[in-house]
C-alpha cells in the first residue's frame, strides 16, 4: 500500500522541550511539505523539500526545522523557540513529473500540545 | 504571486439538495493544476477531484464535478445529491506545473454542514 505515514498521532510536549514528528512515505515522490493547521483555520506552510539534502522555509518557519537525509523521510522538530505549538501539524508529499498525477498526498496528521 | 480565494467561509445544505462551493485564483501562468480537498473531523486530507488548465472539459467524480472558467480565473465545486458524509471543511488548491521553487498554494477554506 502506497502512502504517508506520520507518527505519532497525539504528542504532548512540555514547555522548553523540543520534540521530532515523523513523516515517511513509499510513493516515491521528490517533494515533501510540512503544515500547521490551528483550529477552524487553513494551512500554512512551514518547510518544504524538493530533494534530498535541500529544504526551503515556507511562511511560518521560525521555531522550526527539518533534514532530508532520504528521498522517503521529512522529520520535523519543534523547537522551544516556538512560541506557541499547540497545532495540528500535516505532512504531504508531490510527485515532480510535470503531470496531473502530480497531486499532493496527505499523511494522517500529528495533533501536538504543550503542557 | 498566486493567489486562491474561496468567498464562502460557511454553509449549511439539506441532505439530498445539490451545494456549489465557489472558488476564484489569480495567476499569470498557463500551464496549471487546480484542485479540491475535502478535510472530514477526522481531519484526513482528501483529494475529492483535480483539473488541468489546458483541459476544457470539467472534470467530474461521481456526484462531484467542477464548473472550470479559465478565463474568469473560476474554480467552483458542485455536489450532487449531498450525503451526510460530505460534511467537512473543504479547500480549494492551485498548484503550477511543477518547476523550481513549487508549492500548492491553498486557500482558506469553505465549512460545509450537511443537515438531516
Known amino acids: 500500500d502506497g502512502g504517508i505515514t506520520q507518527s505519532p498521532k497525539y504528542l504532548f510536549r512540555k514547555e522548553g522541550q523540543n520534540v521530532t514528528l515523523s513523516c515517511e512515505q513509499n510513493?516515491?515522490?521528490?517533494?515533501m511539505y510540512w503544515y500547521r493547521q490551528d483550529p477552524g483555520q487553513g494551512l500554512r506552510l512551514i518547510y518544504y523539500s524538493q530533494i534530498v539534502n535541500d529544504f526551503q522555509k515556507g511562511d511560518i518557519a521560525e521555531g522550526y526545522s527539518v533534514s532530508r537525509e532520504k528521498k522517503e523521510s521529512f522529520p520535523l522538530t519543534v523547537t522551544s523557540a516556538q512560541k506557541n505549538p499547540t497545532a495540528f501539524y500535516l505532512c504531504?508529499?508531490?510527485?515532480?513529473?510535470?503531470?496531473?498525477?502530480?497531486?499532493?498526498?496527505f499523511g494522517p496528521g500529528t495533533r501536538l500540545t504543550v503542557l | 504571486a498566486q493567489t486562491v480565494t474561496q468567498s464562502q467561509p460557511e454553509m449549511s445544505v439539506q441532505e439530498a439538495e445539490t451545494v456549489t462551493l465557489s472558488c476564484t485564483y489569480d495567476t499569470s501562468e498557463n500551464n496549471y493544476y487546480l484542485f479540491w480537498y475535502k478535510q472530514p473531523p477526522s481531519r484526513q486530507m482528501i483529494l475529492v477531484i483535480r483539473q488541468e488548465a489546458y483541459k476544457q472539459q470539467n472534470a467530474t467524480e461521481n456526484r462531484f464535478s467542477v464548473n472550470f472558467q479559465k478565463a474568469a480565473k473560476s474554480f467552483s465545486l458542485k455536489i450532487s445529491d449531498s450525503q451526510l458524509g460530505d460534511t467537512a471543511m473543504y479547500f480549494c488548491?492551485?498548484?503550477?506545473?511543477?518547476?523550481?521553487?513549487?508549492?500548492?498554494?491553498f486557500g482558506k477554506g469553505t465549512r460545509l454542514h450537511i443537515l438531516p
Open positions: 488548491a492551485f498548484m503550477r506545473r511543477w518547476g523550481r521553487d513549487d508549492k500548492i498554494i
Open positions: 510513493l516515491n515522490h521528490d517533494a
Open positions: 504531504a508529499s508531490t510527485g515532480t513529473s510535470g503531470l496531473i498525477t502530480d497531486t499532493q498526498y
